[in-house]
């Protein structure tokens, strides 16, 4: 009789052993240099001149096709809001508006993306080129749902090399169509008189955005620098030397300006210019 | 004498020793016979063992019993028994036929025969809600179950599920071996911490209300002592096998109990395990560990008990939702905590808890009036709760609102129905985009490389990595416990009875964030998110900890918060019961101190000044005095009334503001006070029995702190909505009766109507823990004569038991619930809730009105069935006994009761839309089962 106990103790006992300890699952691998490789029917300059020849505020809705890019800036900083700017080798660029914050973590800078268009908006949203979810009449649009996302903007590898074009400002003011939304490098230009050595833009309790003014060395040539006051270096104080500038080319209406990545985009390390 | 018994009232065990002679003459032989009843029923138990000198037989079904062949003298006479609280005599045999007649002895308050006590089924509150970070639910309401009142067994068995809770109450008083099992900072205890030991937690000692109790002062709802010493475990071995479909799926236990043997000592061994790889709920799971062992040593004047425990268990929770979410997936158990990770399922919400107990008791009984128990127990051990955290990222819980497809409706300042219509179809054809993508937040750190400078506050020591935006991170407590109990009870009289007592605790949480895994990243850096983004320009205010800035968090450091809670309670108490005839008095009174502080291990860049070190303690003296007369009309007939008066503590957690971060206090903290009456008329006769009770409990003056993140574009940080000075009341009656109309079948009703709702306007205090400013905005909120949200206020149920001879049983229950309303979101109860909307209109009574859950009618129906295996197998113990358990419930698989709902604490002030932040709520699990195979011998 004991042995029959001990023995069905030690029997239920093992069962009481035996495990199936939940573990969390290993991590998953990593995408980075996955390309899905979709067939592109047109190049981000046909996209890009297409919302151009609109007039402001108008749209259309795309038909079947896909187009591919590199993302050059994204909303890292918070100076650039809810928007990506992808380019291409056509050397145009266009805004994806897509209605959701931090979209630098799926969209970092080098990062290709796909962008199937059926179904999206092109628009020109006060002179820039934008893919939007919907555009009603007045001018006013969505961005691309959260949950829709992923149907519409398909990640590609990351990282690749980011096509940047080297101009001055008289470049892109004398034709600014040919460089909106893509990144620039600016040389030999500095804040102006009233824009150097204070916060790039004013408090976001004061104003949502400030303009401040980039010139060039000879004073010949300037050009706005658009900084939201909801960047987190919105209160940083602006240099005062000269020297390199990384930007993207954007506009509003007939405003040429600039956009800020972060301010590793502003190396002015050289003197003030005289 | 020695008993094991606890004395109720004053009325000790008294042993009815028929024909015994004085003379004692040795090297004689006797006969032994007696008969064992039940002391109240006076009825006999099935399954009683008696034993004595070496042998030892089972009572036949009426409960006689004979022993031959027991040598003259003094011998001990020990009874055991399933159902019965364990005895000991000691009988002269000094005649060759010795008769002792009738014996009486009491039955454990604990479950019949093969039942499972409920206990397990009550898990810890399955649904967290994520908002209020800090309400904990009515974990502790599998204590209250209590099998020889048929209201509370109902109650708790067939309304625990829908998260009724009697009378709207909330704390209780519980003991394991004298030891309060409360935690001194929410008042709660936690079930958590015995799950799975149902075999060794049977025999309980349960008082309901305000009657007095002999081993504490207890509260308004009543008090629960559990003895779980070895003593106390029936003698023998079981071994059970049980099966559900609900938290967890299997679970197996294993006892063994020595039963008090001859030299005096008895032990105990009790393991167990509960496993589920996923409960009824998708993406929950469970894996739970139990393991008990306790020695006891029986003499002559007293019984010494060492115990220990602990209930290892880990397991993955559910969500609550908003209806839109149940909708899109089409399911009422649609759960976004879980979603694939590399395509197995993980819960980002995991409980984790280990706190295991060591108590040792001692019992003195120098004489059969006075019984004086004396208990130290320790407990310690984490409890800890997983979530993912962020940093700089969009919300990872795919049902934000955000996401949602109503937020093209109510959440943006155009509506935008295409998007909304899109997003429904998106959703509907693919409800795994509402789970959470792990794969893309690990792919998010993967690509996330950036620099930190001057890391750990050391110029120019930058590191270069993967800096992770997604973390999961465990909420951590980890305590320590010391508590010393002593309590006596002294029969002064045949009519007077004296009981009193102290306890000690003291008490140290130590309440942390643990980072858990990277998921992917090199390094998580120790900022504070929501200082990020309101307060530009002082860089310290990012920092959650100064004496380490940019800190750089890998998998097991801590982060966010880092602090001690140390407190220590002392509570002396007395009480007298006076019975007469027809009377019977009791007072009880109580008294002691509160005092704690809070220990501060970070330096926080937005409180430097009151986050680090030691603040001052808070101290409260306390008192509690209550009293009640029973009037015994006649032997069928009686009525009670019982009144208490509290003064107690506010609670440690909601003391401070934000405990978290800081050491402010709330506004003048000051003690609470209870007023509550009770009052009863019973009816006891053979074949019926019924209760009908009446209760009234006033809370003033009490604090409560509301903590949730708070998503309005001006804020984005966790808020503290401290309410001072909220009143509430209870108020209701309960009905139960038990009938027997045949030998066989009997019927059980009751019913529970109340009202819990609160009885004034307090005002409400909000303070971010984004900003250093102590001066909070104050508004009065308006939530006078709204429900309290404890679960449906109103249930009834009629069960019928069939149970024949041949120890067979089954029940049928009918249940109906109604009057469970949502939790309010006080600050929509504000003039500024529904400013510039106008007075009546459908947005306004929509602003204001108070939702009532449907009502729900549920039936269940459960059966047990014992074979003795040793009339059928003659080699073995007579005691070997299979039995067979288990319950249909919900049978006709009503998947639409909403067992829990509250409002979100956020609201859309800038519109005034009560739609932006619609109410979310958990359902009651459809048809469910459980049965339990049990063998002992």
Known sequence: MKFIRLSVLLFTASLLINSCVKQDPTAPPSTANYDPNLPVQATIKNIATMGLNMNIASSRIMGDTTISGIVVANDKSGNIYKQIMIEDDSKAGVVVYMDKTYLYSDFPVGRKVYVKLKGLTLTNYKGLPEIVFTADAAGNTTGIPSGLIGTYVIKASYPNVVPVEEVSIIDIKSNPNKYLNTLVKITGVQ???????????????????????????????????????????????????????????????????????????????????? | MIDFDTIKKGLLIVFMLVGINTYAQSGKYATVKGRILNKTTKEPFTDVHISIATFDVGASPE??????????????????????????????????????????????????????????????????????????????????????????????????????????????????????????????ASIGQVGGLNDVLRSREFTYGLKPSEFSFGSVKGSTNINATAADQREGTSISYYNSNTA??????????????????????????????????????????????????????????????????????????????????????????????????????????????????????????????????????????????????????????????????????????????????????????????????YNDNLTNFETIYNVNGVAGQNVTGKRSIYVVSNSVDNMSKFTFNTNITHVVSDKVTVNGGLDVTSQTDEYYKELKDLMGGDFFVNYNQFAAQTSLGNPNYVQNDLNHPNKLIKVGDKYGYDYTLRALKANLWGQALYSHEQFDFFVAAQGGILSFNREGMMKNGLFPDNSLGTSPTQSFTNYRVKGGITYKINPKNSVYINAGYFNDAPRIDYTYISDRTRDFIVNNPSSNQTKTMEAGYLFHSSFFNSRLTGYVTDNVNSTIIKRFFNDDPDIQSFVNYVMTGVNTRSIGTEFSATAKITKEISATAIAAVGQSFYTDNPTVSIYQDNIPSMTPTSRQVFIKNYYLGVGPQSIYSLGLKYSPKNYWHVNVDFNFMDRNYVEVNPDRRTQLAADMVDSGSTQWNKIFSQEKLASAFTMDISGGKSFNLSKYIKKLNHRTLLSINGGIYNLLNNQNIKSTGYEQLRFDFLNNNPDKFPNKYAYAYGINYHVTIALRF
């Open chain 2, 63 to 188: 409960g006689f019993f004979e022993i031959e062949k027991v040598p003259f003298g003094e011998q001990k006479l020990i009874i055991t028994g399933f159902k019965i609280k364990s005895d000991t005599t000691t009988v002269n045999v000094n005649s060759e036929k010795t008769e002792l007649g009738d014996v009486y002895v009491n039955a454990k308050e604990s479950s019949a025969d093969g039942t499972d006590i409920p206990t397990i089924n009550l898990e810890e509150n399955a649904v967290q809600n994520e908002e209020n970070t800090t309400t904990t639910t009515e974990s502790s309401s599998g204590f209250y179950v209590a099998d020889n009142d048929p209201f509370l067994f109902t109650a708790s068995v067939v309304f625990g599920p829908f998260h009724f809770r009697p009378r709207g109450y909330d704390n209780g008083d519980v003991h394991i071996n004298g030891i309060p099992m409360q935690n001194l900072e929410s008042g709660y």
């Open chain 2, 248 to 441: 967890y799926r299997n679970r197996v236990m294993v006892t063994h109990n020595s039963g008090i043997q001859k030299s005096g000592w008895a032990y105990s061994l009790s393991g167990s395990h509960r496993w589920a790889q996923e409960g009824y709920v998708p993406g929950t799971f469970y894996n739970g560990y139990s393991f008990y062992g306790s020695v006891s040593k029986v003499t002559k004047k007293g019984q010494l008990n060492l115990t220990a425990y602990a209930a290892p268990t880990t397991r993955g929770k559910a969500s609550a939702e908003v209806d839109e979410v149940y909708d899109l997936t089409n399911t009422h158990y649609f759960n976004s905590n879980w979603g694939y990770q590399n395509g197995e399922k993980r819960n980002s919400n995991v409980a984790s808890s280990f706190q295991p107990a060591i108590i040792a008791n001692y019992i003195y009984k120098p004489n059969e009036n006075t019984r004086w128990n004396t208990s130290f127990g320790y407990e310690f051990g984490k409890y800890q709760n997983s979530g993912i955290d962020f940093y700089n990222g969009y919300s990872p819980f795919p049902t934000y609102y955000k996401n949602l497809p109503s937020y093209y409706l109510n959440g943006v300042t155009t509506p935008n129905p295409i998007a909304q219509a899109a997003l429904i179809a998106q959703y509907k054809a693919h409800p795994e985009l509402l789970q959470i993508q792990w794969d893309n937040l």
């Open chain 1, 191 to 274: 804040f102006d008189g009233t824009s150097n050595n204070v916060p790039y833009a004013q408090a976001s309790s004061i104003a949502s955005g400030t303009s401040r003014t980039i010139e060039d060395c000879s004073h010949t040539a300037s050009v706005v620098m658009y900084n939201s006051g909801y960047a987190s270096f919105q209160s940083l104080t602006t240099p005062k030397g000269n020297g390199t500038l990384y930007c993207i080319c954007s506009q509003y209406v007939s405003t040429v300006q600039l956009l800020l990545r972060d301010t590793s985009d502003v190396q002015f390390t050289g003197p003030r210019c005289p």
